[in-house]
Each structure stands twice: as C-alpha cells, then as structure tokens.
C-alpha cells in the first residue's frame, strides 16, 4: 500500500510538472494554490517587451524540421532562462517571438520593474552573440539577430476566454506600442517609448531616436536606443546627471554642438 501510494505520487508529481511547463507561472501558481478565482481581469501599469529574430521566417524555409526545432528551442530556453532570471512574466511564445510583462504579479514598482525588463533586455542582445557563434559552428551562416520594444503603461491584465478556453494575457494600447516598437527596431537593436526612458535613463544610456508614427496612434511616439548600463561605458559615457538639494544638472555631450 505504501508503496503504491508513493507510485502514485510520484507519477502525479510528473504529471503536475509537464502541465506547469504549459502555463505562465502566474496562472499555475494560481491553479495550485486552488485560487483560479484570483486571476480576474485588472488594469494596472506594466512594462511590456517583445522580440524576434529578424529573418527568421526565410530561415526556417530552409531548414530541415529537426535542426530548426533545436535551433528555436535553444533559443527559446535561453530567453526564458534569463526572463525568469529578472522575474519577468512570458506571456507567451509566438514562433521565434517572446512577449514578456513586468508588474503583473511580482511588481517591485515601477522604476524598478522598468529597470529590470531593460535589463533582461540587454542580457538577451548578448546571450545571442553567444548563440550566434554556436550557431555559426553548426553550419548556420546567416546572422541571426534579435529586435526588441519595450513600452511601459496602463494595460487590462487577466484571463480572457470561454468556460472551455481560457488565456492569461494582457491587453491595451501601451502593449500594441510595445509590440510596433519591436517591428521598428533594426536588428540587434532595442527600442523603448519615453514612458521607459523616463525610468531608466539614470541606470542605462540611451540615444534619443526621435518621433515615430505608430499605427493605430494618432500621436507620434518618442522612442529610444538603449546602448548600455552606464557603469559599462567608462571612458565612454557622454551623459552625466546630477541631484542634490537645490541643484539638478544633466548634461548629454552628445547634443552639446558648441
């Protein structure tokens, strides 16, 4: 008897695991903890991220099913592996595509949910030099690099469905602009709106690209190019801020033209 019982435990335990590899760790949580009621629709302000590789449609035209099966699932582990290293919530996968969500459940406040999607960012642009070379070892010769948008704002976040489907996600025109932010980007690039430059630009260097029109919007939207952490840059940080009281002094040597 105890030994079936350890059996069957043991196999539930397996089971419970495949399932939890299917479902955002908001929702299995949720489901576990046997509060799916918890999981209704709200609006809260969440910073939101997508990416894909460019090229990579014409790429998997041409590859036989295995080796792009083990190209997109290595790829799509490390992704994963550093979202969930910088608490970021995958909402989900789309082909080679990722969308990511700070501030849905685990929100350390703004700033600091910002901060963190930025930096998840950067660490993916370098993971992927490192799957480049890889890559390049293996007979993949075309370059493979990521582009990335990053949006912070006011989303509806929750469960959204029928009694027999249903998908956490979140909705709203601050993740759309996310989303064209990523279209925008050229590769190996990350984009931000001005909403996530205001939060970060203290920790991470940014060259102001300008407006942009985005589709849907009838406003254009100021966007951002990440470059790096500015304790990263050294010799070659060309913005510099100040605060203390009474005094606030920022200076971007990048604009100074006399």
Known sequence: QVKRLSSEHTLYKLKTYKLARYLPPTVWKAISEGREQSLTTERKRVTAFFSDIQGFSTLAEELEAETLTELLNSYLTEMARIAAKHKGTIDKFMGDAVMVIFGDAQSEGMKMDCLRCVSMAIEMRK???????????QGI????LIRMGIN???CTVGSFGTSHYMDYTVLGTHANIASRLESAAEPGEILISHETWSLVKDVVMCRDQGEINVKGLTHPVRIYQVVDFRKDLGKGQTWFEENM???S???????IRN
């Open 152 to 154: 912070t704002g006011y």
């Open 249 to 255: 002094m920022h200076m971007d040597l990048e604009k």
């Open 141 to 144: 010769k075309k370059p493979m």
């Open 245 to 247: 009281t009474g005094f």
């Open 127 to 137: 993971k992927m030099q490192e799957l480049q070379a890889r890559w390049y070892n």
